[in-house]
T-cell receptor
């Protein structure tokens, strides 16, 4: 079973920040938080990951709470092309740890 | 990064037949993963394929239905056997490299 819970859907106005929450209250000390997204009819795409510190890259920012039980993915200026299903996943950073997907959050960016 | 090529990208098959899906990676990887994504659903892990050993299947998936080959560190195949309309899904392969999971674009299978 997936170790995360996310809202099933969200809307965001184009140009505004999209804040996608994720709860992972049973996360272990060696598990990272990963975010992927899947645009319709494509394979999932890696966005960002983190252990306990906040992370930022060219796509998004990841804010992890101090107790590591929840996190928020931030798309700073959402565009229509960001409409996708976003998956929050926790896993250890090893090649043999499975990636288990939950239902994700379907984000709709509205003009 | 890793580039994953899947073949075929889509197919329409008759029930009772089998289809073999190929997955080629441009890097050597220890594990390859096969997923199924039914219409409107999230990805479900079918099995983990390790080079040189039998694949490990998740609950609800069996080797007779989804045989997997892993002949080397860059290639794997998944066969969907004795297909029925319920097997209509997108099948994706995935690898894990440098802290990230990479996915192929998937094989869209329709069984009629």
């Amino acid at each position: 079973d997936a170790k995360t819970t996310q809202p099933p859907s969200m809307d965001c106005a184009e140009g505004r920040a999209a804040n996608l929450p994720c709860n992972h209250s049973t996360i272990s000390g060696n598990e990272y938080v990963y975010w992927y997204r899947q645009i319709h009819s494509q394979g999932p795409q890696y966005i960002i990951h983190g252990l306990k510190n906040n992370e930022t890259n060219e796509m998004a920012s990841l804010i992890i709470t101090e107790d590591r039980k929840s996190s928020t993915l931030i798309l700073p200026h959402a565009t229509l092309r960001d409409t996708a299903v976003y998956y929050c996943i926790v896993r250890a950073k090893t090649s043999y740890d499975k990636v288990i997907f939950g239902p994700g959050t379907s984000l709709s960016v509205i003009p | 990064s890793a580039v994953i090529s899947q073949k075929p990208s889509r197919d329409i098959c008759q029930r009772g037949t089998s289809l073999t899906i190929q997955c080629q990676v441009d890097s050597q990887v220890t594990m390859m993963f096969w997923y199924r994504q039914q219409p409107g659903q999230s990805l479900t892990l079918i099995a983990t394929a390790n080079q040189g050993s039998e694949a490990t299947y998740e609950s609800g998936f069996v080797i007779d239905k989804f045989p997997i080959s892993r002949p080397n560190l860059t290639f794997s195949t998944l066969t969907v056997s004795n297909m029925s309309p319920e097997d209509s899904s997108i099948y994706l392969c995935s690898v894990y490299l440098d802290g990230q999971a990479f996915f192929g674009q998937g094989t869209r299978l329709t069984v009629v």
